[in-house]
């Protein structure tokens, strides 16, 4: 793995090589990493000599995202951050307040390349990776605002964490190191839309985190529809991923699938999606989250009405397949992914689309 240029994306030990090479006193590695993960960039970190902060921010990037809008829901209280980086791109985060902790949603790349037909994020495409610095930025940025201790993660905002793997990896261990965050890695999830060769990957890093998998269709042809990624790995291809992630880590395997009217959310998919589970995956424990769609104008997709979530479930849950219709929190400030980032660019022209 080549070493990342910007700093928060160092571990302590890295730092320590670095700050050893300027002739620095090893405790800077830790006042510096635990600096980081509380959100400061190295201009706000005054416990440094002043010509050692100098230095640095000219040798480095700051790559500290900033706060550039936050809307919080009169509903539930979530509040949803679109966040500028240094070179003038902007992604989101979402801090959501659960009953048993505070949790935020990180972006892990600009735009997304995956083409799903209903999502916000990757209306524009990919633009580019963020560096596992810049994901640590977003959970002590909105740590810092909210001034509250974050007990987990979910990798669901904007872009396909397993399509920026490394970075993604090294923010997963960044986070979980007690000089900083000391986040679990039980309290974090990853959402995949199914790359399934990272899949194997990541069952061989030995992480207990959860591992969730967008579905959205319980067969090839709708899949593909509406999931280009489907096209690569089939369904077949990563339900036998699915199982050998089991296998191999013990953890449930949790998958989502977004219910879209007169798409993907009748009956009959109902029972197929039961018993494609039920067919790759027996006797493992697994969990369906259903979620009704955030409505995206460009895409033309509908959200079906609770009650049609709630046949679904319940027909899941009669067949034996554990499924519960999330709630959705920040439903009235545009919690789906992507969808602050392209009304601001919208706003400032920055895409014509
Ligand atoms: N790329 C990853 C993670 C980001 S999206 C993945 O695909 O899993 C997090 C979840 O939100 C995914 O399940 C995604 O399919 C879903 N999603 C995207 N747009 C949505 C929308 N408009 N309404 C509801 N869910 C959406």
């Not at 571990?11 to 635990?34: C, I, M």
């Not at 679990?184 to 069952?203: E, F, M, N, Q, W």
């Amino acid at each position: 793995m080549d070493r990342p240029l910007d700093l928060p994306s160092l571990f302590p030990e890295e730092l320590l090589d670095l700050f050893a090479s300027l002739g620095q006193p090893a405790y800077r590695a830790k006042q510096v990493f635990s600096a980081f993960s509380r959100g400061l960039s190295v201009g706000e970190i005054t416990t440094l000599p002043k010509k050692l902060r100098e230095q640095l921010m000219r040798d480095y990037p700051d790559v500290q995202p900033r706060i550039a809008a936050k809307r919080v829901s009169a509903l539930d209280g979530t509040a949803k951050y679109l966040l500028s980086l240094s070179d003038g791109n902007s992604v989101e985060a979402v801090l959501m307040r659960y009953e048993h902790g505070t949790t935020v949603c990180v972006s892990s790349q600009v735009g997304c390349a995956m083409g799903c037909a209903f999502c916000a994020s990757t209306i524009g495409g990919k633009v580019r990776n963020l560096t596992a610095g810049e994901m640590l930025g977003e959970v002590a940025a909105l740590a810092r605002d909210a001034g509250e201790r974050i007990d987990g993660i979910v990798i669901m905002g904007i872009g396909e964490p397993l399509d920026n793997y490394d970075n993604v990896l090294r923010f997963l261990r960044l986070v979980n190191r007690p000089e900083g965050l000391g986040i679990g890695y039980r309290h974090i999830s990853l959402s995949t839309c199914g790359v399934v060769p990272k899949i194997y990957d990541l069952a061989n890093e030995d992480l207990p985190i959860t591992l969730s998998i967008s579905l959205h269709a319980s067969d090839d042809a709708r899949r593909s529809r509406i999931m280009p990624v489907n096209r690569k790995w089939n369904l077949d291809q990563l339900l036998t991923a699915c199982a050998s992630y089991f296998d191999k880590t013990g953890r449930r395997i949790s998958f989502e699938y977004t219910l879209i009217a007169g798409e993907n959310d009748t009956q009959e998919e109902a029972k197929r999606l039961a018993g494609l589970l039920k067919l790759y995956l027996p006797d493992r424990p697994l969990h369906v989250n259903l979620i009704r769609l955030n409505e995206v104008k460009e895409t033309g997709y509908k959200t079906p009405d609770e009650g049609a979530a709630r046949r679904f479930a319940e027909t899941l849950n009669r067949l034996g397949v554990t499924a519960t219709v999330r709630r959705r929190l920040g439903s009235d400030v545009n919690a789906a992914c992507g969808q602050l980032r392209r009304q601001s660019a919208a706003k400032s022209g920055e895409e014509s689309k």
